[in-house]
């Protein structure tokens, strides 16, 4: 039975910075007032013209280069995300399309802030079984077009970006050991989006009661996480046969420093042993967790050998983690090249676009 390892992987999120003095500016709050309930000072902010499918395949890229590997070679695209482009279709087809990824199968996963670690398992589980060879696995947020720049108690956490990870097949012991995903749809109104959706379809009376942004019962939230971040960790490593002495880093999600604190001594770990980027990003949902591994990796920390946890939690209410074990880059032949891909996937799709308007003046002028 095969391996799920990580082979690849890359962040992408936008120049612009808002700090929380910039907040002060706009709404009644200050930054020490922030900086001691959540542990934030700044988070990326996408500009016009930057989506979730922009910012998801600027990390695809980074990762397959790292990864050495041909956007065609894909079996798979997994893009986790709370705030996709469109209902439908698929964020993840829109990268599939931009990246040349031909041969890829496409879908978005939505499990909230908990969606990367679902998205890791799903692609894990279908390359254990042997019907997978390499997946890419996305987090891709644009949150910030979803909040209310007007309450002060949901616009200081969020921020914009995307995470990526390759994981390919590999007879090698190690990659992805193991993982437990939960959830509890009891508690579903405690953070939410209302309207939008079926129940709640788009009118003039769901805007003007901004029912379009992100609701939270922040008190309740806290006591959840605070709870089952701790929970999950302790599942997994039990799951897998491993002790907490075992592991070198808990890559958590970044959503709150005093939760990410409260695992720390649920779990009797020294604050040290978490990756924690939050002050810099804030809260980027389902590319928390990729973006903190990202850099956890390029920084150096983690090293080759290294166990690490990936835990989080998130609307639904969904929570869960992973445990997996760095085994260094994959060697393979080739080695991609960025800009040649990028500009044959570019052309193929604008070939491809335009034979389908010839098309469609042919299919016209027979079908007046």
Known sequence: MPFAHITGWGIAVPDKILTNSDLEKIIDTNDKWILERTGIKERHIARDGQTTSSLAVEAAWKALSVAKLKPTELDLIICATSTPEYFFPATACLVQ????????????????????????????????????????????????????????????????G???????????????????????????????????????????????????????????????????????????????GILIGDVNWIIPHQANLRIIEAAARGLKIPLERFVINLDRYGNTSTASIPIAICEAFQDGRLQIGDKFVLVGFGAGLTWGATIAQWTGVKETEHMIRPTYFRMFALTRSLLHRLWLRIEGIIWGRKNP
């Open 162 to 240: 995307a995470g990526a990870l390759v994981l390919q097949a590999s007879n090698d012991p190690g990659g992805v050991l193991s993982t437990v995903m939960h959830s509890d749809g009891s508690g579903a109104n405690l953070l939410s989006i209302p309207a939008g959706g079926s129940k709640n379809p788009a009118t003039e009376a769901t805007i003007r009661a901004g029912l379009h942004y992100i609701q939270m019962d922040g008190r309740e939230v806290y006591r959840f996480a605070t709870r089952v971040m701790a929970q999950a960790t302790r599942e997994v490593l039990s799951n897998a």
């Open 97 to 160: 399309d931009r990246i040349g990824a031909t041969k890829a199968g496409a879908f978005d996963l939505s499990a909230a802030c908990t969606g990367f670690i679902y998205a890791v398992n799903m692609a894990t589980q279908a390359i254990r079984s042997g019907s997978l060879k390499a997946v890419l696995v996305i987090g891709a947020e644009t949150l910030s077009r979803f909040v209310d720049w007007t309450d002060r108690n949901t616009c200081i956490l969020f921020g914009d």
